[in-house]
């Protein structure tokens, strides 16, 4: 089955503890992005990349960093978290990101930081 | 600043009635529109979408209409069902960039 497969599905952990969300796809998508979820705020772009090795910022990159070392896998580090991240976050991925190529998303990573 | 507006957070409507969502933008640019929907404790769903040379496009009970010069896109139901019941995302993507934008949503439900 052709999915976007994000873990963990919940996370509480508290201030300055390192963490990964990990993303991967199983449709050979070149475009993978990262998105948070907030009441009122709608979806927001975190990272995006490209291709393998190819990596870019999104709306709210600050707090954040990812790694594209293979295809199939785009997870998200933050290095050091803080309550104002606690979100819901999404991982989607697209076969190109140019032409009608809609993004497919992940089931979601819900975070709290205390 | 919010590119792709969604203005009403919520919107009822009886089964078997017509929902109408609307979304507006702001980026002449963006040149691919697309709709989402998205069901708690899930991934959003991509629902349709349509590209800036068409001002209409049809899937089953889904149609999205896309005014280009009012920056206006639109998402019609015919009909209603209690199912439909979600949030729904309006997104568009720049014909020079690589990112999507995403409305705030909005919560519709479907009543029996």
């Known amino acids: 089955e052709a999915q976007v497969t994000q873990n963990p599905r919940y996370l509480i952990t508290v201030t300055g503890k390192k963490l990964t969300v990990t993303c991967s796809q199983n449709?050979?998508?070149?475009?993978m992005s990262w998105y948070r979820q907030d009441p009122g705020l709608g979806l927001r772009q975190i990272y995006y990349s490209m291709n393998v090795e190819v990596t870019d910022k999104g709306d709210v990159p600050e707090g954040y960093k990812v790694s594209r070392k293979e295809k199939r896998n785009f997870p998200l580090i933050l290095e050091s978290p803080s309550p104002n991240q606690t979100s819901l976050y999404f991982c989607?991925?697209?076969?190109?990101?140019?032409?009608?190529?809609?993004?497919?998303f992940g089931n979601g990573t819900r975070l709290t930081v205390t | 600043d919010q590119q792709v507006k969604q203005n009403s957070p919520s919107l009822s409507v009886q089964e078997g009635r017509i929902s109408i969502l609307n979304c507006d933008y702001t980026n002449s640019m963006f040149d691919y529109f697309l709709w989402y929907k998205k069901y708690p404790a899930e991934g959003p769903t991509f629902l349709i979408s349509?590209?800036?040379?068409?001002d209409k496009n049809e899937d089953g009970r889904f149609t999205v209409f896309l005014n280009k010069s009012a920056k206006h896109l639109s998402l019609h139901i015919v009909p209603s069902q209690p199912g439909d019941s979600a949030v729904y995302f309006c997104a568009a993507r720049p014909n020079t960039g690589n990112q999507f934008y995403f409305g705030t949503g909005t919560s519709l439900t479907v009543i029996p």
């Open positions: 989607a991925s697209a076969f190109a990101p140019y032409g009608n190529s809609p993004l497919h």
């Open positions: 449709m050979n998508h070149e475009y």
């Open positions: 349509i590209s800036s040379i068409k």
